[in-house]
C-alpha cells in the first residue's frame, strides 16, 4: 500500500547532540510537510517543500532545517536540540493545492 | 485562512450518531472546510472535505450550512475506535492550521 514511513518511530537524543528524523513516501506527492506536536497540543507546522522549493513558517526556530534530496524522502534535522524539543514530530505529503495531506505515523523524540 | 471554532469535547454512546460542529464564520469563497481526526499517539487521518455541497464518504458525511459559516461531521455509527480529537480546518491552499480541536468519546 502506498505509505508514508517515518523513521525511526522513537529517538532519543542528549541535549545539544544533532538529531536527524526521517521521512519517506511512496504516494509521489510533490509536497512534503513537517510538523512538530508538543504533549496536548495541536500540530503546528513548521515548513514544507513544494518539490524542491522549500518554505520555512515565520515561527520556525533556525535551530530546525530540512532537506528533501528526491521526491521520495524528506529529512528533519535539528541542529543543537533542546529540552523544548521534545515532541513528537509528524512528516506527511500531499498533491499541490487544497488535497487532503496523509500523515506519517510520526517520531516521538525525547532529550535527555 | 479563517478560523474554525469548536467546542472541547463531547461523547456518545456506542452505535449512534455523533454530530460533530464547527463555526467557520469567517470563510471566504475559495476556502474548503477540511475535517481529520487524530487516534492517540497516532498521526492526524484524513476524514472528508467539502466545498459549498454535502459530502458522504465510507467514514463519515459532511453538512456546510448554506451561508458556509458553520458545518457539522456526522459519523453515522461511532464505534469505540471513533474515540479521538477531530480537527475542523478551513483552507484555500496546501498548509493546514490545526486548531485545539473536538475530543469525542465513545463511551460503550
Known amino acids: 500500500d502506498a505509505m508514508v514511513i517515518q523513521n525511526p518511530r522513537y529517538q532519543v537524543t542528549q541535549f545539544g547532540k544533532p538529531v536527524t528524523l526521517s521521512c519517506s513516501q511512496t504516494l509521489n506527492h510533490n509536497v512534503m510537510y513537517w510538523y512538530q506536536q508538543k504533549s496536548s497540543q495541536a500540530p503546528k507546522l513548521l515548513f514544507h517543500?513544494?518539490?524542491?522549493?522549500?518554505?520555512n513558517e515565520a515561527d520556525t526556530p533556525d535551530n530546525f532545517q530540512s532537506r528533501r534530496p528526491n521526491t521520495s524522502f524528506c529529512f528533519l534535522d535539528i541542529r543543537s536540540p533542546g529540552l523544548g524539543d521534545a515532541a513528537m514530530y509528524l512528516c506527511?505529503?500531499?498533491?499541490?493545492?487544497?488535497?487532503?495531506?496523509?500523515f506519517g505515523p510520526g517520531t516521538r523524540l525525547t532529550v535527555t | 485562512d479563517a478560523k474554525t471554532t469548536q467546542p472541547p469535547s463531547m461523547d456518545c454512546a456506542e452505535g449512534r450518531a455523533a454530530n460533530l460542529p464547527c463555526n467557520h464564520s469567517t470563510i471566504s469563497g475559495n476556502e474548503y472546510v477540511y475535517w481529520y481526526r487524530q487516534i492517540h499517539s497516532q498521526g492526524p487521518q484524513y476524514i472528508i472535505h467539502g466545498l459549498k455541497n454535502n459530502e458522504t464518504n465510507e467514514m463519515a458525511s459532511l453538512i456546510i450550512t448554506e451561508d458556509r459559516k458553520s458545518s457539522t461531521l456526522i459519523l453515522p455509527h461511532a464505534t469505540l475506535r471513533d474515540t479521538a480529537v477531530y480537527y475542523c480546518?478551513?483552507?484555500?491552499?496546501?498548509?493546514?492550521?490545526f486548531g485545539k480541536g473536538i475530543t469525542l468519546s465513545v463511551r460503550p
Open positions: 517543500y513544494y518539490d524542491k522549493d522549500f518554505n
Open positions: 506527511a505529503t500531499s498533491r499541490e493545492g487544497p488535497y487532503e495531506q496523509y
Open positions: 480546518i478551513v483552507r484555500a491552499n496546501s498548509k493546514l492550521t
